[in-house]
């Protein structure tokens, strides 16, 4: 079965900062990577995905970006608020696994 | 709006006992999964149904099973819980595919079996 590594498992920013939270997986064929975001107490809800139409995807202060060579996929949170403080979870294309999550917590 | 609702937030059993775990969606999707959530082990798929009476085993269905009588309501059954399936319970429902599409997720169920 296909697996994902997610890095890094946790990662705190000052207010402002950019995380970075990367995806490595096996197979460099996709139809659709999603990333998906979950706050205390709740269910994860989708954040953002990507089709291979293209190599970035941008909505709002979060970015996808797909490096084939690496079969890495990064999502990027630009202008990072502490509401952005949750976990992260990235799912490999056509898969259903889930990475083991970063929990990311934005300081004032 | 769409919604997945789970039977109940918080739940305390006792070992031995067989325990239900209730979801219900109102999106008419055929899919609908089952995952336990643990620290630093991320979500691990447990079943899933891509239709009613259908199932299908996800990476741990040890100790657990399903049923989907109604295209709405997919349940998790505990046949006999024990300590080491204290966790929380997340139930999901998807359109079509195999997560090819979003999936929608509950609010989740905190089991603590005792």
């Known amino acids: 079965q296909q697996q994902v590594k997610q890095s890094p498992q946790s990662l705190i920013v000052q207010k402002g900062g950019i995380p970075i939270i990367n995806c490595a997986y096996e197979n460099t064929a996709f139809d659709y990577f999603p990333w998906y975001q979950q706050f205390p107490g709740k269910g994860p809800a989708l954040l953002i995905a990507?089709?291979?139409?293209?190599s970035e995807k941008k909505e709002g202060r979060f970015t996808i970006s797909f490096n084939k060579s690496a079969k890495q996929f990064s999502l990027h949170i630009m202008d990072s608020q502490p509401g952005d403080s949750a976990t992260y979870f990235c799912?490999?294309?056509?898969?259903?696994?889930f990475g083991q999550g970063t929990e990311l917590s934005v300081k004032p | 709006d769409v919604k997945v609702t789970q039977s109940s937030r918080y739940l305390v059993k006792r070992t031995g006992e067989k325990v239900f775990l209730e979801c219900v969606q109102d999106m008419d999707h055929e899919n609908m999964f089952w995952y336990r959530q643990d620290p630093g082990l991320g979500l691990r798929l447990i079943y899933f149904s891509y239709d009613v009476k259908m199932k299908e085993k996800g990476d741990i269905p040890e100790g657990y099973s399903v049923s989907r009588e109604k295209k709405e309501r997919f349940s998790l059954i505990l046949e006999s819980a024990s300590t080491n399936q204290t966790s929380m319970y997340l139930c999901a429902s998807s359109p079509t595919g195999q997560g090819m599409d979003e999936q929608y997720f509950g609010p989740g169920t905190r089991l603590t079996v005792t």
């Open positions: 799912v490999p294309p056509g898969k259903l696994i």
């Open positions: 990507i089709r291979p139409d293209v």
